[in-house]
């Protein structure tokens, strides 16, 4: 089987995620899509949404697409996710399939500051889909890494679960920046919070 690789902090889901994984599903001709969200360094996790609130919202959000699935593995071994260790794992638990790790172009500027990204990018392909204000520079990226990316066109959306937790924090609307169920989970959290 071929499979895509969303992975992410999904803090919270919201549609730029979904058509990134559909297209490159399309685009690829993947089988499936695991959406895997990464555990948070407890330093971090005061920011936004718990594990648990997180995972739940991405369950959610691809709950109708029967192509894609969610994956707890990073959010069950828990300390910093690193994707070379995840791999690792799942090419051993799968050694028949092919991995193709779908990351926004902001990502793949930052790809040779991955941990253990040499082993890593012998374990996986990468599927870089634009991201609106980022720019990729094939110059900054060693010829190993640029071999083992392959590049798919998307519809810009300038959307990040950033901006969605802001407009939360001020009672701002997120209607359609995060799909239906995933707007009315927020909408019942809110009400359970107050
Ligand atoms: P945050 O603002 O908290 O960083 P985010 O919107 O960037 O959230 P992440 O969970 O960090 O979302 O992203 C997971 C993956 O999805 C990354 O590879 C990122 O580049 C990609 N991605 C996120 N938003 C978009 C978007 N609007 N268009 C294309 N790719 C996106
Ligand atoms: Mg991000």
């Known amino acids: 089987m071929k499979i895509g690789i969303m992975g992410g902090t999904f803090d919270p889901i919201h549609i730029g995620h979904l058509v990134a994984a ?8 993947l089988d499936e899509v695991w959406f895997m969200p ?24 691809i709950s109708e697409q029967p192509a894609f699935r969610t994956l707890d593995i990073e959010l069950r071994r828990g300390g910093v996710s690193y994707s070379a260790d995840t791999m690792e794992t799942l090419t051993g638990q799968y050694p028949d399939d092919d991995f193709h790790f779908i990351i926004g172009t902001d990502m793949v500027n930052y790809l040779p500051k991955w ?29 190993a890494l640029v071999e083992v990316i392959d590049h798919v066109d998307m519809p810009q959306l300038e959307i990040s679960s950033t901006e969605i937790r802001e ?28």
């Open 167 to 194: 407009r939360l924090k001020d009672g701002r609307s997120a209607r359609y920046l995060v799909p239906d169920k995933v707007y009315d989970y927020l909408q019942r959290s809110e009400n359970h919070a107050t």
């Open 22 to 29: 559909e297209t490159v599903r399309e685009a690829l001709d």
């Open 38 to 61: 990464s555990h948070i360094p407890p330093h971090k996790a005061e920011a936004g949404f718990s594990s648990d609130e997180r995972l739940r919202m991405v369950e959610l959000a």
């Open 115 to 143: 941990e253990r990204i040499e082993d890593l990018a012998k374990m996986t392909r990468f599927a870089a889909v634009g991201r609106a204000g980022y720019v990729l520079d094939r110059s900054v990226l060693p010829e």
